[in-house]
């Protein structure tokens, strides 16, 4: 169960908020269940791409592009972000091979789907001759939207929490006051979605501002850290503590340096 304990608010009452996540099947139709987390994934995927498919033009690409683009991503994605999870997992999975093309047991990593679908759009960008710069800044804003919408599938499967808190809006899970990390998260993501757009609307060459607001955002530690899947957001985590001096911040350096070169 998860709920919102009592939050005092300054206008010298007390409103009590009781929320409980419903489960994380959403509708079983015959038997077969459909869940939560799979309808918010695939709601964000497609407002990313129908977003994207409205904003090509903007960016001198066809919107035809974007379908065949988003074609090869999304399939791939998916695939990465299973990979990634059970390379990170790999204690777990070694001993349950069987359990590894279980998708629907749980276990996706954002990361993993990043970096497949990024191959995979600059493997399209390539064969159909169309700017992958120019695709990165389009898709890279609908993507911080998707992330923002699909979070919410970790209320629903209870999981994607953070450290122990007393902070008022934490929320309840077994008897434990923790951080509502997942809702943290959403709210970034959207955030991002606000800043590169409004940034890319207005850029002032192909790149400006793509590589290093995006992959500082990958390299952000969230407030009240997640504690399941340690594995993975440890390692991640670590990597990422000091952004400034990592190999990550210099090739995004390099990067922007190349794409201002470029325009020069």
């Known amino acids: 169960m998860i709920y919102y304990p009592s939050i005092f608010l300054r206008i010298n009452f007390v409103l009590e908020v009781s929320v409980t996540s419903p489960g994380p099947i959403a509708i079983s139709i015959a038997g077969f269940d459909i869940r939560w987390y799979g309808i918010l994934i695939a709601s964000g995927a497609l407002l990313a791409l129908y977003i994207s498919y409205k904003r090509a033009p903007i960016y001198g690409l066809a919107s035809e592009d974007v379908l065949d683009i988003a074609l090869g991503i999304l399939p791939l994605g998916i695939l990465g972000a299973r990979i990634y999870y059970v390379i990170f997992n790999w204690n777990y999975y070694s001993d349950s091979p069987s359990e590894i093309f279980d998708i629907r047991g749980g276990g996706l990593a954002i990361h993993g789907g990043l970096i497949f679908g990024f191959i995979a759009a600059y493997a399209i960008c390539k064969y159909k001759k169309i700017s992958f710069i120019d695709v990165a800044d389009l898709i890279l804003p609908s993507v911080a939207l998707a992330q ?72 952000r530690e969230v407030p009240g850290r997640r504690i399941k899947n340690r594995q993975l957001d440890d390692w991640f985590l670590e990597t990422s503590s000091s952004y400034k001096h990592s190999y990550l911040y210099r090739f995004n350096r390099i990067i922007c340096i190349s794409l201002e070169k470029k325009r020069l």
């Open 148 to 219: 923002a919408i699909g979070r919410w599938g970790n209320f629903f499967n209870n999981e994607a929490y953070g450290t122990e808190t007393t902070l008022p809006w934490a929320i309840i899970i077994d008897g434990k006051s923790v951080h509502p990390t997942f809702l943290y998260e959403s709210i970034w993501c959207f955030i991002i979605f606000i800043i590169l757009s409004s940034i890319f609307n207005h850029r002032k060459f192909p790149g400006s501002g793509c590589m290093s607001i995006w992959t500082s955002v990958c390299a």
